[in-house]
C-alpha cells in the first residue's frame, strides 16, 4: 500500500484541512493518508481547543485513515523539533509521500533546500554564529544565513507554515530514503487571518477567535466539528491561568531553574509577571521582549505548567512509539503491513511507563472543566 504522511494539529479540523487531506491523496495516489497529530498541547504553546480524540475524530471523517499522536516530547517544540518527532514517525511507518501546506509557491524545491542543508550544515551553523546582532530573532538570523550561502533560493523564515516546510525537508533529508515532499499552497486564508471570509475555508486563528465571540463557524467546518462544538468544552490558556499562576508562585527559582528551556535567569521575570498579572494574556505582554517572544514564553509556559525538566524530555526522546488515535479500515491494514515500532492500541500500566510525560500532560489537561479521561480506557476511534 502506498502512504502519504502529513503532519497536524487541527486546532480545530475546517474545511481547509480536509481538502489539504483531498490534495495529498490525489496528488500522490496514496490508499492511505496518515495523519501524525499534535495531542492537547500544541507546536506553539498552548493547550488544544478541542482534545486530541475529538479532533481525531473529525479527521477520519473526512479523509484522514490513520491518526497517530505525536507526543509532548515532540509536539510543543520550536520548529526543527517539532518535524523531527513527527517526520521520524512517518520514516517508521513506511511512508512514501510527506505532503504539507505552505504559503510558499509550489515552485519551491522543499526536497533541493533539505539535500543542501544535509551537506552544508556546518557552514550553516558557522554562518549563524556569526550574526553578532542580538537584536536579530532567530528567523531573521536564518533569512541572512541563507541569503549568504544560497541566495538563489530567496528564502523567507517568516512565514509559519513555510517555516515548517523547510524543517520538515531538513529532517527528511538526513534518511537513506527520504519521502517525496509534496508541498500544497494554502487556499484562501492565511495562516494569521483573524477574520472569516466569504469562502468556506478560513483559518484555525480566525475560527478560534470567531468561537470566542460566540459567532456562528459552521460555514467554515466539516458536519462532524460542528457538532462536537455543540456540546463539547474549549480550553484555552486562560482555562490554566490560574494552575500557572500557582505553580510559579509556590515554587522556589531554583526549582523553577530545573525546567525544561528555562534560562537566562528568566524564572524570576516569570515569578514577577504571575505577582502582577491577572490574565495569561497580561502575563505574557509583560514578560516578552525580543529575545523572548509570545511563542517561546508559551512553550516556556507549557514546560512549567507539567512540570516537565530537560533530562526528562530527553529520556523522552529517545523511546519512540505509536499512539493510535483512531483508522478506518485501510488505516488498520497498512498498520499491519508495516508495524516497526511499539504500538499502543490503549494505554495501560506498561505503556504509561514508557509514554510517562503523556499521560502526564493529559493529566493536567483534564484538570479543565468537563474534559473526559484521555488515555486509560480509552481504545482508537475505528471509523467505518
Same mark, same amino acid.
Request: hydrophobic share 40%; net charge neutral; aromatic share 10%.
Given at each position: 500500500?502506498?502512504?502519504?504522511?502529513?503532519?497536524?494539529?487541527?486546532?480545530?479540523?475546517?474545511?481547509?484541512?480536509?481538502?489539504?487531506?483531498?490534495?495529498?491523496?490525489?496528488? =500522490?495516489?496514496?490508499?492511505?493518508?496518515?495523519?501524525?497529530?499534535?495531542?492537547?498541547?500544541?507546536?506553539?504553546?498552548?493547550?488544544?481547543?478541542?482534545?486530541?480524540?475529538?479532533?481525531?475524530?473529525?479527521?477520519?471523517?473526512?479523509?484522514?485513515?490513520?491518526?497517530?499522536?505525536?507526543?509532548?516530547?515532540?509536539?510543543?517544540?520550536?520548529?526543527?523539533?517539532?518535524?523531527?518527532?513527527?517526520?521520524?514517525?512517518?520514516?517508521?511507518?513506511?511512508?512514501?509521500?510527506?505532503?504539507?501546506?505552505?504559503?510558499?509557491?509550489?515552485?519551491?524545491?522543499?526536497?533541493?533546500?533539505?539535500?543542501?542543508?544535509?551537506?552544508?550544515?556546518?557552514?550553516?551553523?558557522?554562518?549563524?554564529?556569526?550574526?553578532?546582532?542580538?537584536?536579530?530573532?532567530?528567523?531573521?538570523?536564518?533569512?541572512?544565513?541563507?541569503?549568504?550561502?544560497?541566495?538563489?533560493?530567496?528564502?523567507?523564515?517568516?512565514?509559519?507554515?513555510?517555516?515548517?516546510?523547510?524543517?520538515?525537508?531538513?529532517?527528511?533529508?538526513?534518511?537513506?530514503?527520504?519521502?517525496?515532499?509534496?508541498?500544497?499552497?494554502?487556499?484562501?486564508?492565511?495562516?494569521?487571518?483573524?477574520?472569516?471570509?466569504?469562502?468556506?475555508?478560513?483559518?484555525?486563528?480566525?475560527?478560534?477567535?470567531?468561537?470566542?465571540?460566540?459567532?456562528?463557524?459552521?460555514?467554515?467546518?466539516?458536519?462532524? *466539528?460542528?457538532?462536537?462544538?455543540?456540546?463539547?468544552?474549549?480550553? =484555552?490558556?486562560?482555562?490554566?491561568?490560574?494552575?500557572?499562576?500557582?505553580?510559579?508562585?509556590?515554587?522556589? *527559582?531554583?526549582?523553577?531553574?530545573?525546567?525544561?528551556?528555562?534560562?537566562?535567569?528568566?524564572?524570576?521575570?516569570?515569578?514577577?509577571?504571575?505577582?502582577?498579572?491577572?490574565?495569561?494574556?497580561?502575563?505574557?505582554?509583560?514578560?516578552?521582549?525580543?529575545?523572548?517572544?509570545?511563542?517561546?514564553?508559551?512553550?516556556?509556559?507549557?514546560?512549567?505548567?507539567?512540570?516537565?525538566? =530537560?533530562?526528562?524530555?530527553?529520556?523522552?526522546?529517545?523511546?519512540?512509539?505509536?499512539?493510535?488515535?483512531?483508522? *478506518?479500515?485501510?488505516?488498520?491494514?497498512?498498520?499491519?503491513?508495516?508495524?516497526?515500532?511499539?504500538?499502543?492500541?490503549?494505554?495501560?500500566?506498561?505503556?504509561?511507563?514508557?509514554?510517562?510525560?503523556?499521560?502526564?500532560?493529559?493529566?493536567?489537561?483534564?484538570?479543565?472543566?468537563?474534559?473526559?479521561?484521555?488515555?486509560?480506557?480509552?481504545?482508537?476511534?475505528?471509523?467505518?
Amino acid at each position: 500500500m502506498k502512504a502519504c504522511g502529513i503532519i497536524v494539529e487541527y486546532n480545530p479540523f475546517h474545511n481547509g484541512h480536509r481538502y489539504h487531506a483531498d490534495m495529498a491523496r490525489k496528488q =500522490t495516489g496514496a490508499d492511505v493518508v496518515i495523519a501524525v497529530m499534535s495531542g492537547n498541547f500544541l507546536q506553539r504553546g498552548e493547550p488544544a481547543i478541542l482534545d486530541k480524540w475529538a479532533r481525531a475524530n473529525a479527521a477520519l471523517a473526512n479523509g484522514i485513515d490513520l491518526v497517530i499522536e505525536l507526543p509532548i516530547e515532540w509536539s510543543v517544540q520550536s520548529a526543527d523539533y517539532f518535524a523531527r518527532g513527527a517526520v521520524r514517525l512517518l520514516q517508521k511507518i513506511g511512508c512514501d509521500y510527506l505532503c504539507f501546506g505552505t504559503e510558499g509557491e509550489q515552485s519551491f524545491d522543499y526536497q533541493a533546500f533539505g539535500s543542501f542543508v544535509q551537506e552544508n550544515q556546518k557552514r550553516i551553523d558557522q554562518a549563524f554564529l556569526q550574526l553578532v546582532d542580538q537584536t536579530m530573532s532567530y528567523p531573521q538570523k536564518m533569512t541572512e544565513v541563507f541569503n549568504q550561502l544560497y541566495p538563489e533560493m530567496n528564502l523567507d523564515f517568516s512565514s509559519p507554515n513555510h517555516i515548517l516546510g523547510l524543517s520538515y525537508a531538513k529532517e527528511n533529508a538526513c534518511y537513506d530514503r527520504p519521502m517525496q515532499l509534496v508541498p500544497i499552497a494554502r487556499k484562501n486564508a492565511g495562516y494569521h487571518d483573524q477574520e472569516l471570509p466569504e469562502q468556506q475555508i478560513a483559518s484555525a486563528t480566525a475560527i478560534r477567535k470567531a468561537l470566542s465571540e460566540k459567532r456562528a463557524i459552521d460555514h467554515y467546518v466539516p458536519t462532524e *466539528t460542528a457538532k462536537i462544538f455543540q456540546s463539547a468544552s474549549m480550553q =484555552t490558556w486562560e482555562t490554566y491561568w490560574p494552575l500557572l499562576r500557582y505553580r510559579l508562585l509556590s515554587s522556589e *527559582t531554583e526549582e523553577l531553574q530545573t525546567i525544561y528551556q528555562m534560562t537566562e535567569g528568566i524564572e524570576v521575570r516569570l515569578i514577577k509577571a504571575a505577582k502582577e498579572a491577572t490574565t495569561f494574556a497580561d502575563f505574557i505582554d509583560l514578560v516578552k521582549t525580543k529575545r523572548y517572544t509570545w511563542t517561546r514564553l508559551q512553550r516556556l509556559a507549557c514546560y512549567t505548567l507539567l512540570n516537565i525538566k =530537560t533530562e526528562e524530555i530527553k529520556r523522552q526522546q529517545a523511546h519512540l512509539y505509536l499512539n493510535i488515535l483512531g483508522s *478506518t479500515k485501510k488505516g488498520r491494514v497498512f498498520l499491519k503491513e508495516k508495524r516497526t515500532l511499539p504500538l499502543f492500541a490503549k494505554i495501560g500500566k506498561q505503556e504509561a511507563q514508557v509514554a510517562h510525560l503523556l499521560i502526564r500532560s493529559d493529566q493536567i489537561y483534564q484538570l479543565a472543566p468537563s474534559v473526559q479521561e484521555q488515555n486509560f480506557g480509552r481504545r482508537p476511534y475505528i471509523y467505518e
